[in-house]
């Protein structure tokens, strides 16, 4: 289980949701199943429209991560994921801050997902 907190100026205060881990849901199919609205639009990783910045709640190492093809790329282009942020992600499984929420696949820790509501705008 873990904590899923959506915070967006669109909300009208954060609404903490439990996902379950490991059943492979993206994050944007957990907002959608609480009735959240993070703007979205291809829902394949290459728009921009879902990205979301995330916050690892949780004191211990963030769990491993995996930036999809897709992600790496249009995080890149829309200036989301520097280079050394991606060297970072893929090296030492350090997960950057901004993300897509249709890639995003929920794990067994705490998040804080923050987005404005608008799309392609964290
Ligand atoms: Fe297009 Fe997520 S909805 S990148």
């Known amino acids: 289980m873990a904590n899923v907190t959506f915070s ?11 996902a379950v881990a490991g059943d492979n849901k993206t994050l944007l199919g957990v907002a959608k199943q609480h009735g959240v609205a993070i703007p979205c639009q291809c829902q394949d990783g290459q728009c921009g429209s879902c990205l979301i910045k995330v916050t690892i709640l949780d004191d211990k190492r963030p769990s491993g991560i ?16 520097t280079k050394a ?10 997960p950057p801050p901004y993300r897509l929420a249709c890639q995003y696949i929920v794990r067994n ?12 705008v964290e």
Do not use: R
Request: proline share 4%.
């Open 8 to 18: 967006a100026p669109t909300l009208e205060k954060d609404i903490t949701v439990y």
């Open 66 to 81: 995996h930036l999809t093809d897709k992600e790496k790329v249009t995080l890149s282009v829309n200036g989301k994921l």
């Open 85 to 94: 942020q991606l060297a970072d992600a893929e090296t030492n499984d350090m």
């Open 109 to 120: 820790e705490d998040i804080l997902v923050e987005f404005s509501g608008e799309p392609g």
